[in-house]
């Protein structure tokens, strides 16, 4: 709803025509949803989207005369899961006539014609969105039920990154790199990082990766980097921003490897260190179009703007993320 009463506490409870437009309007940086674009698109209609993964076992033995059979061949069930989500917005636009805020409001009978709606649709709707993604959904998202009538919750539209690698962990799928609390100390977490890297099995070992962790952590493992191998690593160059609000991700290189430190807005301040090769990280979507398009409606005074979609990420081989031993907690 729409919220302005400090607007009238400090401009008065009238519109004065004093020059003002949406060009007075300032709005705060919104977090763009970067975690989503580590992730393989599987565009589908299925809620929960099925897969198998097969395994032979050894065939080669030494030769003998006799028939002697060796391998069996196993097929296992993989199943990646996508949520529904929802925007329901309802505003009461009649507010803003009596308020510095009246040049968004109009004289047409048929509210959602007003510019606050446009306004509030293109400046703010579509970034909030992805933003709450990003922050509150795709990393820490625990999906729960709603309650009936009643807003749910951030962080209960879907079950996140975490959520499934802490129960794989839980189940015996997954096996966390013992490797200790985050060490403070910037070459010390470079050393941390390496040692992460030096973990990974030799089938995925060869597989380029992304290393994701929070940005402090990744800023934390480019200083180290530079004070560790500054000498031999062209480091007079401009230093890329880690932590900003740009919309690509910055990929820091892991010394004697084709693997690199990404560090992602999603994780928050978790200590949580995961990788694992782009063909295995895969997100679903439902009804794509309705993340960038709303439905606009008028009741009486009243406007309603939503749009409804679904999301999902997973892992179709658990066996190929990799992690470390903190943050591992199914909470």
Not at 235 to 256: M, Q, S, Y
Not at 312 to 326: C, H, K, S
Request: proline share 6%; charged share 25%.
């Amino acid at each position: 709803m729409l919220q302005i009463d400090d607007i009238k506490t400090e401009f008065g409870v009238y519109y004065r025509d004093g020059g003002q437009d949406v060009g007075r309007l300032l709005r705060r940086p919104f977090i763009p949803s970067l975690t989503e674009a580590l992730f393989g698109l599987l565009p589908t209609d299925d809620t929960s989207y099925q897969m198998g993964k097969t395994e032979l076992g050894r065939i080669l033995q030494p030769f003998q005369k006799g028939w002697t059979p060796l391998g069996t061949l196993t097929a296992t069930p993989i199943v990646l899961n996508q949520f529904p989500m929802k925007v329901d917005l309802e505003e009461s636009p009649d507010v803003l006539e009596t308020s510095w805020l009246g040049f968004l409001a109009d004289k047409n009978l048929d509210r959602t014609q007003w510019p606050v709606v446009r306004y509030l649709v293109e400046q703010h709707v579509y970034s909030q969105l992805d933003e709450d993604y990003e922050l509150n959904e795709i990393y820490f998202g625990k999906y729960a039920a709603p309650v009936a009538g009643a807003p749910g919750p951030a962080g209960t539209s879907m079950d996140g990154i975490r959520i499934i690698i802490n129960r794989a962990i839980a189940a015996g799928k997954i096996t966390p790199m013992v490797l200790g609390a985050i060490p403070t100390d910037i070459v010390d977490f470079c050393n941390y990082v390496e040692a992460f890297v030096e973990g990974f099995s030799a089938r995925y070992a060869s597989k380029g990766m992304e290393i994701c962790m929070n940005t402090t952590l990744a800023r934390r493992y480019a200083k180290g980097r530079q004070k560790k191998y500054g000498s031999d690593n062209n480091f007079t160059a401009p230093k890329p921003i880690l932590d900003g609000l740009g919309n690509e991700l910055v990929r820091i290189p892991v010394e004697f490897s084709n693997h690199s430190v990404v560090g992602l807005p999603s994780m928050g301040t978790s200590a949580k260190i995961w990788a694992t090769p782009a063909e295995n990280r895969k997100r679903l979507t439902k009804k794509t179009v309705n993340t960038k398009q709303v439905r606009i409606e008028s009741a009486k005074r009243q406007v309603a703007i939503f749009t409804d979609f679904y999301k999902g990420v997973g892992f179709p081989l658990l066996e190929a993320v990799f992690t470390n031993d903190q943050d591992t907690a199914t909470t």
